[in-house]
């Protein structure tokens, strides 16, 4: 009963999460200005513009090697356009989170590009359409995590000594500890942040796609990425377990051999340019914090 009631407790923290940046003021007149038919990117893009940070942050993750658009994209109006809506909001909310998990977690931060990569490359070789928006669902996959880590800090300690000294994998502590993992966690603040389900629902189910109701494919998608990224030793997420592999997420992929090579081919040269991104980033990150 005592550990149901620590456990509700945990529960209820993490549905009020106060440690992680609140939603920029500019979501909301984007979202208004998106739900009247007649405003237009460009208008979008200018009030974007208006914060000058936001908008170079964005324009780097738009052009970044997980997106692998053949031509620079230099404009927030282009950006609009080829992205949408639903993908740029997302990357606002990247964008506020990302600084946290450059300066809180490099391995989590570079796992979750990583996994972004993955996510591009498979969606793209499936024809999935709105590859971009599967890309950035892998990109914030593990926000749950920074989650917990911002908002139950001792408890975390905890997670990663089990982690450790039992050599379990995370969500298994997690589950047992907090009841609760950090993919449904995610999936809550996904839909608190009023993302799309076709991003919330992957987030959500991405341990266990079977669990989407609408976006099974999607999850599966990211299920393999995360798992893909792993195996690769590219970045973690304070786990250095390999999650198993859900056999249905498997079957809907439907992936041959050669598809799996020339997936493997495209995903390993990507990461280079993503590697060069993620130490850009850290070195901006070092030079602020130093002058």
């Known amino acids: ?9 945990f529960r209820k923290a993490l549905r009020e999460v106060k440690n ?15 739900e009247d038919p007649d405003t237009t990117t460009e208008q979008m893009g200018k009030v ?19 997106y692998g658009f053949p031509q620079k994209i230099s404009s927030l109006n282009s950006a609009m356009i080829l992205l949408g809506f639903n993908v740029i909001k ?25 996994c972004a990569v993955v996510c591009s490359v498979l969606a793209k070789h499936l024809g999935v359409s709105d590859p971009e928006e599967v890309s950035t669902a892998g990109l914030i996959h593990d ?17 990663k000594q089990m982690v450790h000294d039992r050599q379990i994998p995370m969500i298994e502590a997690e589950k047992e500890l907090l009841g609760i993992d950090h993919a449904e966690v995610g999936g809550w603040l996904a839909k608190s942040w009023n993302l799309p389900a076709k991003l919330v629902e992957p987030i959500a189910c991405h341990h266990n796609p079977l669990e989407a109701k609408d976006e099974q494919l ?21 786990d250095v377990w390999v ?4 056999k249905t997420a498997w079957q809907l992929l439907n992936l041959t051999q050669k598809d799996l090579d020339e997936i493997m081919d495209a995903v390993e ?3 280079w340019d993503v590697k060069g991104f993620s130490l850009e980033i850290q070195g901006e990150l070092e030079s602020s914090m130093t002058s």
């Open 1 to 9: 009963m005592m550990e149901d009631t620590r456990q509700s407790q």
């Open 218 to 238: 999607c999850a599966s998608i990211i299920h393999f990425s995360d798992i893909l990224i792993r195996g690769l030793g590219y970045g973690h997420g304070d």
């Open 143 to 159: 926000i749950g995590k920074v989650a917990i880590k911002m908002e139950l800090k001792q408890e975390f300690e905890t997670l």
């Open 90 to 114: 997302s990357l606002i909310i990247s964008s506020s989170i990302f600084e946290l998990m450059e300066s809180q977690d490099v391995e989590l931060w570079e796992h979750s590009l990583g």
């Open 20 to 34: 992680l940046p609140t939603l920029p003021g500019i979501i909301v007149k984007l979202t208004r200005m998106a």
């Open 243 to 246: 999650p198993p592999l859900s």
């Open 269 to 271: 040269e990507k990461l």
């Open 48 to 66: 974007i513009s208006k914060d000058h940070i936001l908008a170079a942050k964005l324009l780097k993750l738009v052009n970044s090697a997980f």
